[in-house]
């Protein structure tokens, strides 16, 4: 979603920043001043999309969210109390997108979630400056990572919730482990793309593991195995598919690069396990696809002992 600069209206204790206002006006407001005819926030948010708090605890009131556009994003970043809580919003609307900077609410908007990455990317390439590319890279980062299926050692930093990308989660949390992995390898190659950089990096995915490890001394052990399993990749039949844990285990498997993993269960069943686990089998990242067996392979009969309602899926995320 993008938006012009004519489109954002900015408001303060005394309402619109406007074209033409004279009242507490500033250098720094001026720059960001509005042609629009809306005078106060009640006027400024009808019909809106996206509106971003930081003011204070009940400054959105219940006309203002019922005014907004359909499916409208509500960052109310105000602390300890946001201008509207989520509560109240889901009695006003069903369809909106929230966001607060609270830890006991959904989608917390913390600076954790990016600034100590940020250096580490910057640091690690002796960037000469953080610049927007970069900025805009652990964004993607971020986003690119709420939209990942969560696996099982993560769930962990989500009180044993695994969630799905949507309304309730558009951001990972803090303690997400995978942070450390996504942000400063985005940061870094952004730098080097941009020209920031005063050292490169030439095997991001090596950095990235490199990183990993620094937050798990076992993952250094498995490291050197992950690696030579890499260097020979194989096709992996994981039978009872149709089970949950199997599934996300074969497409851990696939996402660390190790092989193929072949799914063997029923169509129907696979496909309804994985809508209720929130594993989208459509993405890149985990579609499936139905191959046939390669010549000289075992035949479908001698692994499957019901044959005529089971089918086999691959995982295309490696070119085994």
């Not at 609270?102 to 910057?122: C, E, H, K, T």
């Amino acid at each position: 979603m993008g938006f012009a600069p004519e489109n954002i209206i900015l408001c303060d204790t005394k309402g619109v920043i406007y074209q033409g206002r004279t009242e507490g006006m500033n250098q720094w407001k001026s720059a960001h001043a509005a042609k629009t005819d809306s005078r106060s926030l009640e006027e400024a948010m009808k019909g809106a999309d996206v509106v971003f708090g930081l003011s204070q605890k009940g400054a959105f009131t219940e006309a203002m969210i019922r005014s907004m556009a359909a499916k409208p994003i509500i960052f109310a970043m105000a602390n300890p109390d946001p201008e509207i809580t989520p509560e109240e919003v889901a009695l006003i609307r069903d369809d909106a997108i929230m966001a607060t900077g609270r830890s006991d609410y959904p989608n917390q908007v913390n600076n954790v979630l990016g600034f100590p990455y940020i250096f580490r990317g910057a640091l690690d390439v002796r960037a000469r400056q953080i610049n927007d590319a970069m900025k805009i890279a652990a964004a993607q980062a971020l986003a690119d990572l709420a939209r990942e299926d969560v696996p099982d050692d993560v769930a962990a930093a989500y009180q044993g919730n695994r969630p799905k990308f949507g309304a309730q989660y558009i951001i990972p949390v803090p303690f997400d482990p995978r942070l450390i992995s996504a942000i400063p390898v985005a940061v870094a190659r952004a730098a080097m793309e941009s020209g920031a950089a005063q050292r490169d990096i030439t095997d991001l995915d090596a950095y990235g593991r490199e990183l990993s490890a620094r937050r798990d001394p076992i993952a250094a052990t498995t490291q050197g195995i992950y690696d030579r399993v890499r260097r020979f990749p194989k096709r992996v039949v994981f039978a009872e598919a149709e089970e949950e844990q199997v599934m996300r285990a074969a497409i851990s498997f696939c996402h660390q690069g190790l092989g193929t993993a072949i799914l063997l269960g029923r169509d129907d069943v696979i496909r309804a396990t994985a809508e209720k686990a929130g594993i989208d089998l459509e993405r890149p990242a985990s579609r499936w696809s139905m191959p046939a067996f390669p010549p000289g392979s075992m035949p479908m009969s001698t692994i499957s002992t019901n044959a005529c309602s089971a089918k086999a899926f691959c995982c295309a995320t490696c070119s085994a």
